[in-house]
């Protein structure tokens, strides 16, 4: 959007200040609105992976009381996945 209003304010003319001052508000406006919506994004991911996290420790938790042998399988499938 940003680039399409550049385009327009340097393909034009004659600008009058009404259109020039809208033209900055919209750009303004457009900038913050992308602002809000990529904090609210990060805020959403970040939810997600607490969730998971949370989700894996109760997962290890059970499997190292109940079954401590195939947790030592998986962690050593992950510690060769990850190296």
């Known amino acids: ?4 209003l550049q385009e ?3 393909d034009a003319e004659d ?3 009404k259109t020039i001052d809208s ?17 609210f994004k990060g ?5 997600q992976e607490t969730v998971v996290v949370q989700q894996v420790e109760v997962i290890q938790r059970v499997l190292i009381e109940q079954y401590p042998e195939v947790w030592a ?10 190296a």
């Open 15 to 17: 600008l009058d200040h």
């Open 8 to 10: 327009f304010i340097f």
């Open 43 to 47: 805020q959403l991911v970040h939810k």
């Open 73 to 82: 399988e998986i962690r050593d499938n992950v510690a060769e996945r990850l």
């Open 1 to 4: 959007m940003q680039t399409k």
């Open 23 to 39: 033209l900055v508000k919209l750009s303004k406006e457009i900038r913050e609105s992308l602002k809000y919506a990529l904090e």
